[in-house]
């Protein structure tokens, strides 16, 4: 990224996103955008401004870290958001700061006679009982985010991509496993390879075969436009999709 874009975009990123890390905007780039936070630390002269910038991002560090951690999980006591060690029995455990009964697998309420995935099922038939029964209507293109601190419910179409990412807390997980989850896409990608054999994705009428993949498989390949071309020209779909983008600036 230019160096006159680079402080703009980061100051959006951290007045707007609600994701970390920050990461640079060039569509195959995932370095930090660390370089331009330690410039604004050094130029930071209030208080305020420390409150506005850096907390946030922190705030967003631990969330972000908690959401992609299997040992964790907040209290759901309202206002209390303390966290709680994962004990793998779900023994009830009281929490240190509001001194309420939890469940040690999931944070919520006691739920004894359920396990954590039933307990929210009856969680969410109390709350929305009619979304409830569309998910059930629904079941098999209806699940709940693998990440036990987001429990949001996520729909798919019945053709398409196995890789999945929750709009709500970002992670990135296999439909088919359900449990196999990440940061992010390339670690899903490389899981449906190795361990599924292909994306899910039906593009046989687009005539790519076996050619197609994914410009997020590319994350860690430094120039990796050359080398889709390459697989591109092979179905001799290159110069169809020049020229479909023929006056469109790229890069």
């Given at each position: 990224m230019s160096s006159s874009i680079g402080p703009i975009f980061t100051i959006f990123q951290i007045e707007n996103s609600t994701t970390f890390p920050l990461r640079c905007a060039h569509q195959h780039c995932q370095f930090l955008a660390i370089n331009d936070i330690r410039v604004f630390g050094r130029k930071f002269t209030k208080i305020q401004d420390l409150k506005t910038f850096i907390l946030p991002l922190l705030q967003r560090s631990l969330y972000s870290f908690v959401n992609n951690n299997d040992e964790f999980v907040w209290c759901k006591t309202t206002g209390c958001h303390y966290l709680i060690k994962v004990n793998i029995n779900c023994q009830t455990i009281i929490c240190p700061k509001c001194r309420n009964e939890r469940c040690g697998g999931c944070g919520e309420d006691v739920h004894e006679g359920k396990n954590c995935e039933e307990a929210r099922h009856a969680l969410l038939l109390k709350d929305d009982h009619l979304l409830l029964k569309w998910k059930e209507e629904i079941s098999e293109m209806c699940r709940f985010c693998p990440n036990k601190n987001c429990n949001m419910l996520i729909e798919r179409t019945i053709?398409?991509?196995?890789?999945?990412?929750?709009?709500?807390?970002?992670?990135?997980?296999c439909w088919i496993c359900e449990s196999f989850k990440s940061d992010n896409s390339r670690d899903i990608y490389r899981h449906m390879l190795e361990i599924h054999g292909s994306y899910g994705v039906d593009y046989a009428h687009l005539n790519m075969g076996n050619y197609w993949v994914p410009f997020d498989y590319y994350e860690d390949v430094e120039q990796p436009l050359p080398i889709m071309n390459q697989r591109l020209s092979r179905e001799g779909l290159y110069g169809q999709l020049r020229s479909d983008y023929t006056g469109m600036e790229l890069f």
């Open positions: 053709e398409g991509c196995n890789h999945m990412e929750c709009t709500n807390c970002k992670t990135h997980f």
